[in-house]
């Protein structure tokens, strides 16, 4: 991402100077007040391109998808296997990812519990160029058991799939020491 703002950044200085460059060239007076207006229209386009217009390009250009990173923006069905104190089971939930340019959040609600990205880092593998998502994760039990602790933190890696972009898998565990797999598949 860091590369990406620097791009951005170095854009916006050319801009500028072109700007004020054919200005000067059209013997148009420069003058405080058009540059900083002018400087005003290209922070809200750049704005507006951070929270909103990215995704319009990511869909007319799809190798953004793999130049970059993928759109993950949506609604997603969730399998958890899971394993603690020597037994394993299945859960399913649902998962939201809030995504921008610069930020993505995961949001999951299963039957029994719901949890919320704390902190989050994507990047790409280093060998493959495949997607990857680190988390941590903050877990809070829907209804109370005794003796159970209420809300417990948990991590996870999870790699993207490259043919679709529609499918997140990996592996996960708790400060409750138990772990599993989740699997999460886009339905919206």
Do not use: C
Not at 87 to 92: D, E, F
């Amino acid at each position: 991402m860091t590369k990406v703002i620097s791009m951005l950044a170095g854009l916006y200085a050319l801009l500028a100077f072109l700007v004020a460059l054919g200005m000067e060239r059209l013997g148009i007076e420069v003058s405080f007040l058009r540059v900083f207006s002018g400087a005003v229209v290209i922070d809200l386009g750049l704005l507006f391109f951070v929270y909103v217009g990215w995704r319009w390009i990511w869909e007319k250009v799809p190798r953004l998808n793999q130049w970059l990173y993928p759109d993950l923006n949506g609604t997603w069905a969730a399998s958890i296997d899971w394993v603690k104190d020597g037994k394993t089971g299945l859960a399913l939930g649902t998962v939201s990812i809030k995504q921008n340019f610069f930020t993505l959040s995961i949001e999951m609600d299963a039957p029994r519990s719901e949890s919320r990205t704390i902190a989050l880092s994507v990047k790409k593998d280093p060998e493959s160029a495949r997607p990857l998502l680190h988390y941590i994760y903050e877990v809070r039990e829907k209804y109370q058991s005794p003796g159970q602790n209420m809300v417990y933190q948990g991590a996870a890696s999870l790699v993207v799939d490259v043919a679709t972009y529609d499918r997140l898998s990996g592996n996960y565990f708790t400060s409750r020491e138990s772990g599993g797999h989740f699997e999460f598949r886009r339905t919206l």
